[in-house]
């Protein structure tokens, strides 16, 4: 009955590929169907070139985005400075590139310790169930009972108003969205016949939890998150905006927004350009959000996956 | 045989599906007739296309979905070429329909004796105080327990049984001329579906309407039907009636189904099967559908289509070894 | 005669319905069954919805916990061991379910999904598991190189062929086959029976088959055991439950089921059912069936028939009279 | 289930969550910043005066003992303590500034209902022809627009550029106030002068509110009417011959309308918490720019009792949409509980 698997498999590295093959083909036809999807793209473009700017913004700006230049205050766009300067003669352009990193990493810090949080917490509760996830789901309650911005900024007063704080504070509400989330697909998965199944073989909570429950949670997590980029990064500003986030000279958008307010009249472009830039990264991840959450809607996949055709596919004949 | 009028033909109807994936082609000219007051089969295994012929005589194919050739004839007036509005008169009224499953076909926000009420309502403009009265009046006649009480109820709060019940009355209000049941007690319990069956056949006799019974079970199409169409991919591969088909089917796709039922007659420890599986109904096999998985496969099965023909009186078969090749092509 | 591998003696579940406080009243699932499974046997379970067939059938292999009886494998009480102990009885016991769609994770290799019982109970692992999960396909009828791939791939019978590789993993002794063909077409049913039955001669197997399709329970089982809401009404081999039903629930439910003999449609039937099964939280007195028999008699909303054998091991609870 | 033991049931769950909001208040609020009384004190006052403080607001006590007094105060006597700030008992500066946030936010809640849900329903109706994508462009435009720049945005086109309407505050006539309502007090006091002024003043906040919650309700409506259009009673009453207006508007949409319901609690909490930015912005005498005052002051008492208020509102509006959600849904008061 059994076969040697030096006979099946001539080596490890074929098992391998055997193995990641039928990975790499799902992320193929995702990544199909939302090539496929012009918003999803424009989406995605408008991510990548917010990420490029983030990561390499500071070196391509042409002026010094902090030091100041009286002689040039208020200059309206020019060729010189294509969206124009602020009030102390800086170039608003190379604000802006240079601040790009201070909204991805608010986005990036907020999710990577909201993200986890909330999956543990909410994973916890869905599969242990009774009195756990009655505390948990409270627990939650209770913090989605505060509209999360004021919430936030209370955090962050109470913190010190500062970037870094303003991501703590805005970490601590943002995790029972997920906690909620994942709670939900817990429920779900755990009532399942093939949970069912694990469960009547033996296996342990942490088994269900680990090979069947998180990795059920992953689409819908990789949705929310990038949609959730897009809110982290608005929230942010919005922190800054009212003086919560970042401090001057920091040259976030959402605190440069606010600098221009009271130069509207003299300088439009202090406040519209970066508020501008902020619309444009927020929509960019609403479009490759909702386009990934497409890619990845069983319907469209299944209509889809007759026109994809990566490779031969063997025909099966028994049923 | 006595020969009786048609009351609903079929006319070569072809309904297709028009996808990213391609053309998927659930209807290929299928061709049958309903008589006056008989209850006619339509029977096959899933993804066959009983359904998809129900929703195309009701002209509610959804979307994707057209009916690309074909006529419905309702007493000789053809329903596919009337416009939605002359099909929403014909709707209920005269052509009404029973689903598979009571649960998420009745709507779960109003109350029974309402949405029973509704033809009532709007295709004989019944005042509502009134109609709401005769909706009580007809799920009595289906045997609900206290009608009117239960008529208050919400669909919830009924069980399997009397929402089809419930279904059911719907569908008799304006006294249709044909009743399309799509699989009504599948979903239901064997003591409680065999009672709907009673039920729709007393109903049947005293409305004097045609029935046409979808299902996917052998046994009810024994006990219910005068009449059967065997559906295959599509196609009718086998139309006969009713007794001719237990005692004689004809095609191999209908005489090997009937061996695989596990049956109380004969207790064989191996059952009859069927190789391959059912095809794809985006690229189906040419000629005719069942070519690959038959055991009297020929040359010319996987050629050209077979035609229906006669081989005895009344039992039509669509195979290529009941016929010459000249009559098909 | 065979030994017994399963034994249910005076197996009750009832599932308390709460409210915000307290306990406002019972489902009474399963009550007081007597049930027992020879080694190498088949045994049928039939009833309609809400006869407690399906929660016997969790009750016994312990998925959920018995409000009190006991359940004896090989001779031991399972009932009231810790889970800790359990390990073998896991081992040695699976389950198929009727829905082929929910029954694999979507998100598993079908190598995972059949190879998972070898994982939790650390039989085998890496291309060892893989190995064993080759041999169980091809059991089952389907090919190597359906191992990496995704369970959405699969038809509804070949998800359900996937399911019985996955239980027949780490070598059970015993399977329940909880409606495990209600949701296939006729003729994928007729493979899958066929597939059992030589799976079953093959590796020795014993099994409990849950179904409402009667046909498919005879076709299937040597002994059968009919439910009505929670109770064990008759059981017998397959002979004496068909042949000669004796409870008129089985005699009005045997009636119920339509023949494929056309001929049929026109005699009388013996005994048709009125009514719909009532509640399980607030059943009837006595017998249980007798709102709806056709033939009670004025002590039955009293009196509680037991399990009474009428001969040759044919047991029917229901009063002399 | 009556649906009054429903509400009952769902009103004594409030309480527990409501004191664990409280908790977390005072964790935030008191445990954190390293010393308030200095604060409050200013930087010149002598150590008696801080120590003063200090006694005064039991900064001193453990914190279960400082939630107790302020728990006991709460109940009893509805004191939410004495801003250190204005000087003033925080509950009057609430009751003062209450009813212009409570008014900005309903206005904007019914403005973004009024357009979202309708918006919705058309986009679904007509999936991907024109009027669908304009739609969904509004809603993705809405939901991506940060609140603080699209209030600057229309500030400037409508006050500046062209000067249609007023750039901030809530009204320039005084009338004699009953409610703290200026639209309802303006039609109590006969005057339509004044409302017509109320109304204008309302209008940029009130509309840059509901854009951009709209959005979110736009999707919403529009997934929620999809699936339901393919909803087997939906079919089933085609199949009846029904009229297309009575299959949509009152098969259809009943069920429809759900899912944007019961979001519709969590609609109101992103509003209120919108109401900070706005306030600021076009100098709207509300309690949003009271808290966001108090937070740069670290006026703990205001800001524990701004946050209590809005908490509890929150807490009220979830209830109220679960009420309508169950008087919509039959099937929901079976269980009592529900997800």
Redesign the interface.
């Known amino acids: 009955?059994?076969?040697?698997?030096s006979m099946?498999?001539s080596s490890?590295y074929r098992?391998l590929q055997?193995?990641l093959?039928?990975?790499t083909k799902?992320w193929g036809l995702t990544f199909y169907v939302l090539r496929h999807s012009t918003l999803a793209v424009v989406g995605g473009l408008i991510a990548l070139a917010f990420i490029f700017i983030a990561l390499f913004g500071a070196m391509l700006a042409p002026y010094n985005p902090i030091s100041a230049n009286i002689q040039d205050r208020f200059q309206p766009p020019s060729a010189s400075h294509p969206l124009g300067t602020d009030t102390m003669g800086r170039d608003v352009m190379s604000r802006m590139l240079a601040g790009a990193q201070h909204s991805i990493k608010a986005g990036l810090i907020v999710l990577a310790i909201a993200v986890p949080l909330g999956v543990l917490l909410g994973g916890i509760a869905g599969l242990f169930g009774g009195w756990i996830d009655e505390v948990i789901m409270r627990v939650t309650d209770m913090f989605l009972a505060f509209p999360s911005l004021v919430l936030a900024m209370a955090f962050s007063a109470a913190l010190g108003p500062s970037l870094f704080n303003a991501m703590i504070a805005l970490s601590i509400v943002w995790w029972p969205m997920y906690a909620r989330l994942v709670r939900g697909q817990a429920l779900a998965v755990r009532e399942?016949?093939?949970v069912?199944?694990?469960?009547?073989?033996?296996?342990?909570n942490w088994?269900i939890m680990f090979?069947?429950i998180l990795?059920?949670c992953?689409s819908p997590i990789l949705v929310t998150l990038t949609l959730d980029m897009g809110w982290v990064i608005t929230a942010a500003a919005s922190l800054s905006f009212l003086g919560f986030g970042a401090q001057p000279p920091i040259p976030e958008w959402g605190r440069m927004v606010s600098d221009g307010r009271i130069y509207m009249l003299r300088a439009w472009w202090m406040s519209v350009f970066p508020g501008l830039g902020i619309v444009l990264v927020v929509l960019g991840f609403n479009l490759l959000g909702d386009g990934i959450r497409d890619s990845l809607d069983?319907k469209l996949r299944r209509l889809t996956e007759v026109t994809w055709k990566p490779e031969k596919t063997?025909s099966?004949s028994?049923? | 045989m006595e020969t009786r009028e048609d009351l609903l033909v079929v006319d070569r109807l072809k309904t297709q599906f028009f996808t990213y994936g391609g053309v998927v082609e659930a209807l290929d000219e299928v061709s049958f007739e309903i008589r006056l007051g008989e209850i006619f089969g339509l029977v096959g295994?899933?993804g066959c296309g009983k359904s998809v012929t129900a929703t195309s005589i009701l002209g509610l194919v959804a979307k994707p979905g057209k009916i690309v050739s074909g006529r419905v004839l309702l007493d000789g007036e053809n329903l596919v070429e009337k416009s939605e509005q002359e099909m929403n008169r014909v709707r209920g009224s005269r052509i009404a329909m029973i689903f598979q499953d009571p649960t998420s076909s009745l709507n779960p926000l109003f109350r029974i004796g309402y949405q029973v009420a509704e033809p009532y309502i709007y295709h004989q403009r019944r005042p509502k105080r009134q109609a709401l009265k005769d909706a009580t009046e007809i799920l009595a006649k289906t045997g609900l327990p206290d009608a009117v009480e239960k008529s208050r109820n919400y669909p919830h709060e009924l069980?399997g049984?009397?929402r089809q019940r419930a279904m059911i009355a719907m569908s008799l209000t304006c006294e249709p001329d044909l009743l399309i049941a799509d699989e009504p007690t599948t979903n239901l319990?064997?003591?409680?579906?065999?009672?709907i069956?009673?039920l729709v056949k007393d109903l049947q006799r005293e409305f004097g309407a045609s029935v046409l019974w979808i299902t996917?079970?052998?046994?009810?199409v024994?006990?219910?039907c005068d009449r059967v169409g065997v559906m295959y991919a599509g196609t009718i591969v086998e139309k006969t009636d009713?007794?001719t088909l237990?005692r004689n089917a004809k095609h191999p796709y209908t005489e090997?189904?009937?061996r695989?039922?596990?049956?109380?007659?004969k207790?064989a420890?191996?059952?009859?099967?069927?190789p391959g599986?059912?095809p794809q109904l985006i690229h189906p096999p040419t000629g005719c559908r069942f070519h690959p998985r038959c055991d009297h496969v020929m040359e010319i099965c996987s050629r050209v289509k077979p035609v229906e023909l006669e081989v005895e009186p009344g039992h039509m078969v669509a195979c290529h070894l009941f016929g010459g090749e000249k009559e098909a092509t | 005669m065979t030994t017994a591998l399963f034994e249910c003696r005076n197996l009750t579940k009832f599932f308390p319905i709460k409210?915000?406080f307290r306990e406002t009243g019972r489902v009474h699932a399963v009550e007081d069954v007597n049930l027992t499974i020879p080694e190498g046997g088949t045994v049928g379970l039939v009833g309609?919805?809400g006869c407690g067939k399906t929660t016997l059938a969790r009750t016994i292999?312990l998925?959920i916990e018995p409000t009190s009886g006991q359940v004896i494998f090989r001779g031991e009480d399972m009932a009231s061991r810790s889970k800790r102990d359990?390990?073998q009885f896991?081992?040695e016991?699976?389950?198929?379910?009727?829905?082929p769609y929910?029954?694999?994770?979507?998100?598993?290799?079908i190598?995972?999904?059949v190879g998972?019982?070898l994982v939790?109970?650390k039989v085998a692992f890496g291309?060892?598991r893989?190995?064993?999960v080759?041999?169980l396909l091809e059991r089952v009828?389907?090919?190597?190189?359906?191992?990496?791939?995704?369970p959405?791939e699969f038809?509804g019978?070949?998800r359900q062929?996937l399911?019985i590789a996955?239980?027949l993993a780490?070598d059970p002794k015993f399977i329940l086959l909880d409606e495990a063909t209600s949701a296939l077409?006729?003729?994928?049913?007729?493979?899958i029976?066929?597939m059992l039955?030589g799976l079953k001669a093959d590796l020795r197997l014993t099994y409990m088959f849950i179904s409402?399709d009667?046909?498919?329970v005879?076709?299937?089982s040597d002994h059968i055991g009919v439910m009505y809401l929670g109770r064990m009404v008759e059981y017998g081999t397959r002979e004496q439950v068909?042949d000669t039903p004796t409870h008129p629930y089985t005699r009005?439910?045997l009636a119920?089921?339509?023949?494929?003999?056309?001929?049929?449609?026109d005699r009388p039937r013996e005994v048709?059912?009125?009514g719909?099964?009532p509640s399980a939280v607030e059943p009837p007195s006595g017998c249980r069936f007798h709102p709806r028999c056709p033939n009670r008699k004025p002590e039955c909303d009293r009196v509680r028939p037991e399990l009474v054998d009428i001969g040759d091991g044919h047991l029917v609870a229901c009063l002399p009279g | 289930m009556r649906l009054s033991t429903y509400i009952l049931?769902r009103v004594a769950m409030l309480i527990p969550v409501l004191l664990g909001v409280l908790v977390i208040i005072f964790v935030i609020a008191y445990v954190i910043p390293a010393d308030p009384a200095r604060a409050w004190a200013g930087p010149r006052a002598r150590a008696e005066q801080v120590q003063v403080l200090e006694e005064r607001y039991h900064l001193n006590d453990p914190i279960y003992t400082q939630i107790w007094i302020y728990l006991k105060n709460v109940v009893l006597h509805f004191d939410l303590g004495v801003s250190p700030t204005t000087g003033r008992p925080v509950r009057d500066d609430l009751k003062a500034f209450f009813p212009a946030t409570f008014e900005l936010a309903m206005c904007a809640f019914f403005l973004a209902i009024a357009l979202g849900i309708p918006l919705g329903v058309v986009s679904a109706l007509r999936r991907n022809r024109p009027t669908d994508h304009f739609s969904r462009v509004i809603a993705l435009t809405g939901v991506s627009t940060p609140l603080f720049w699209s209030a600057l945005l229309l500030q400037f086109l409508f006050y500046y550029k062209l000067g249609w309407l007023p750039a901030m505050g809530r009204s320039t006539i005084d009338i004699t106030r009953y409610t703290g309502f200026v639209l309802i007090d303006s039609v109590l006091n006969w005057n339509w002068t004044a409302f017509g002024d109320a109304a204008i003043h309302m209008i940029l906040p009130a509309a840059t509110l509901a854009f951009y919650s709209m959005g979110y309700l736009v999707r919403i409506t529009r997934g929620s009417m999809l699936e339901v259009l393919e909803a087997e009673y939906v079919i089933t009453a085609k199949a009846k011959g029904l009229p297309r207006k009575i299959v949509i508007y009152r098969h259809a949409l009943k069920n429809a309308i759900i899912p944007p319901l019961t979001v519709l609690g969590v609609e109101f909490g992103w509003l209120l918490g919108g109401t900070v930015l706005l306030e600021t912005i076009f100098a709207w005498p509300g309690m949003g720019r009271y808290a966001a005052g108090s937070i740069v002051m670290v006026d703990l008492p205001a800001v524990v009792g701004y946050t209590l208020v809005v908490a509890m509102i929150m807490l009220l509006s979830n209830l109220v949409v679960d009420i309508l959600y169950s008087v919509i849904d039959p099937r929901i008061r079976v269980g009592?509980k529900r997800r």
Not at chain 1, 1 to 5: D, L, S, T, Y
Not at chain 1, 196 to 204: D, L, N, Q, T
Not at chain 2, 190 to 195: E, F, K, L, S
Not at chain 3, 141 to 150: I, S, T
Request: hydrophobic share 40%; no cysteine.
């Open positions: 009955m059994r076969i040697p698997g099946l498999f490890r098992l055997k193995r093959h039928p990975i799902e399942t016949s093939y069912e199944a694990a469960r009547s073989r033996g296996a342990s088994h090979k069947h990795p059920n992953l069983p063997s099966s028994t049923d | 295994e899933s069980s049984g009397m319990d064997v003591t409680i579906g065999r009672q069956l009673d996917h079970d052998m046994a009810v024994a006990q219910m009713v007794r237990f090997r189904l009937l695989a039922i596990p049956s109380a007659v207790s420890d191996k059952l009859e099967e069927i599986s059912v | 409210n915000l309609e919805s292999l998925l359990l390990r896991r081992r016991t699976a389950i198929v379910f009727q829905d929910s029954s694999l994770d979507p998100r598993m290799l190598a995972d999904v998972e019982p939790i109970h291309e060892d893989d190995d064993v080759l041999s009828g389907l090919k190597a190189d359906h191992m990496y791939r995704y959405h038809s019978g070949q062929r399911a996955r239980a780490a077409d006729v003729s994928v049913q007729a493979k029976l066929n039955n409402h009667l046909n498919v005879r076709h299937l068909f009005g439910l119920a089921a339509p023949s494929l003999d056309p001929n049929d449609r048709v059912l009125q719909e099964v | 049931r009592g």
